[in-house]
């Protein structure tokens, strides 16, 4: 995506701009009379088992960098998971956003009792989504080249 990779300040970006969508999104919805939906239990749980898997190939790029893996890791591989990892971290932050907006316009009615259901399953989401912008983050560095990288007496044959 970007040459230096992506920063915290773009995933708070990405965040910050989806939770205003949300937040208007959301507004116009309760305006027609319906009510908020809070989201599945099983939410969370999937988001975090995206975020280990995400950590999970970093990981195996960052082993190969170290020299501590058992088998070759390709270009290619490596490339991708740099890729996964940056669409992991937006993902991450675009979904902090979307539910940080959900729970702000529920949050003034929270004394009806579908909306207090709500907070618990969605504080747990926006958790969930911290640690997937936070695994996108980590596992883009680990796919990092060293800064000594390509200068060794290999790099110009010539």
């Not at 205003?20 to 088992?49: D, E, F, K, M, N």
């Not at 390709?74 to 907006?101: E, K, Y």
Request: hydrophobic letters at 55%; charged letters at 10%; glycine letters at 8%.
């Amino acid at each position: 995506m970007l040459s230096e990779g992506l920063r915290p300040r773009h995933v708070l970006t990405v965040g910050v701009a989806t939770a205003l969508l949300s937040a208007v999104v959301w507004h116009l919805y309760t305006r027609t009379g319906s009510l908020l939906q809070g989201p599945a239990w099983l939410t969370p749980v999937v988001i975090l088992v995206i975020a280990a898997l995400v950590l999970w190939f970093g990981w195996q790029v960052r082993a190969y960098q170290q020299g501590e893996a058992h088998k070759d890791l390709s270009m290619l591989r490596a490339a991708r998971t740099l890729q996964l990892a940056q669409a992991a971290a937006l993902t991450g932050g675009a979904l902090t956003g979307w539910f940080i907006g959900h729970l702000a316009i529920l949050l003034p009615d929270r004394d009806l009792t579908p909306y207090a259901r709500q907070i618990v399953p969605l504080l747990l989401v926006i958790g969930a989504s911290v640690v997937l912008a936070v695994a996108g983050l980590l596992a883009q560095r680990w796919c990092r080249l060293p800064e000594d990288w390509g200068d060794g007496p290999q790099a110009n044959p010539a």
